[in-house]
């Protein structure tokens, strides 16, 4: 677990996947009954994803422990983020011990949770009797219904969805935000810088979801600077690099090196689906007109 607990607080209770419009509504009320009862706010994550440990099967998620934390850090101000560590132990904890073990290590005085969270052995631990015996130990419990925006109820399972249809504009008016990729530089073919684009390439966490294959208009994130770029996701199939997808990222107007650097990729705009091209000639002469697509789509948005 990590945090930095010293007074009672008001814990979110979630996985938080990707901080969505949903999640914001928990985060929102946290701080809101943290104000009115003076406690300090957090929010209460896992280190993996109760699914996965659940199933054996690996769920493709849309963001890092580091991009919880980040988001919920700049976008609602709350410093406290817990990540609970979850194993097969955790997942056969019954659940009023699992409740009892937040009120103990972290002071809890009062849970927020969502309609639909659950926790403990065979998650047998739903909303209704989490607020009953938060009742009985005088802990406040508030559970938050279901959020929609036209019609549809804003999880992150649908928005995985979007992401992987490469229809991020779309997965931003859900999350709330633009969708985060974040990853370590590591070094590559410099394909780009023979062509006169040098790119940085991010390595891809197995675990976490790519947008489909193809070129978008982004901003980099790099030492609490952010630059415009153009990153292509893909398999660069015209030079027959296999079925591995890769995360490029081309910065405009910027030089360094920024080799094994952590790195925050925000999609902003899909601007065409990845494709091969019969010469590098051709190739040169997309990505040229990526580069002015992508600081066209940019300029925009920013103005």
């Not at 130990?137 to 925006?149: A, M, Y």
């Not at 040098?198 to 966490?205: A, E």
């Amino acid at each position: 677990m990590s945090a930095n607990i010293k007074d009672k607080t008001v814990i979110a209770l979630g996985f938080f996947d990707g901080v969505h419009k949903g999640h914001a509504e928990l985060i929102k009320l946290a701080k809101k009954r943290a104000q009115e009862i003076g406690a300090s706010p957090a929010v209460l994550s896992f280190d993996a994803s109760p699914e996965s440990v659940i199933t054996g099967l690996q769920v493709s998620l849309i963001s890092s422990m580091e991009i919880r934390k980040h988001l919920v850090c700049e976008l609602f101000g709350v410093e406290n983020v817990i990540f609970y560590h979850f194993d097969k132990n955790v997942m056969a904890m019954k659940w009023t011990d699992f409740i009892d073990s937040l009120v103990s290590e972290f002071s809890a005085c009062h849970f927020v949770i969502g309609h639909d969270f659950s926790c403990g052995y065979k998650g047998e631990g739903k909303p209704e009797l989490i607020r009953a015996y938060c009742a009985e130990k005088k802990i406040g419990c508030d559970i938050v219904p279901k959020f929609q925006l036209d019609g549809i109820t804003v999880s992150s399972t649908y928005i995985r969805g979007l992401i992987a249809g490469g229809n991020i504009e779309r997965a931003a008016y859900f999350l709330g935000h633009p969708y985060i990729f974040a990853g370590t530089v590591s070094g590559g073919r410099r394909v780009g810088r023979n062509l006169g684009t040098p790119t940085i390439n991010l390595k891809c966490p197995p675990e976490l979801i790519l947008p489909a294959n193809g070129v978008y208009a982004t901003r980099v994130l790099v030492d609490e600077k952010t630059y415009n770029a153009v990153t292509n996701v893909g398999v660069r199939p015209t030079f027959d690099d296999g079925d591995t997808q890769s995360v490029e990222s081309y910065i405009f107007d910027f030089s360094g090196n920024l080799y094994n650097k952590s790195v925050m990729v925000e999609f902003i705009r899909f601007i065409r689906f990845e494709r091969r091209f019969e010469n590098v000639e051709k190739l040169r002469e997309q990505i040229e007109n990526d580069c002015a697509a992508a600081r066209k789509l940019l300029s925009e948005i920013d103005n």
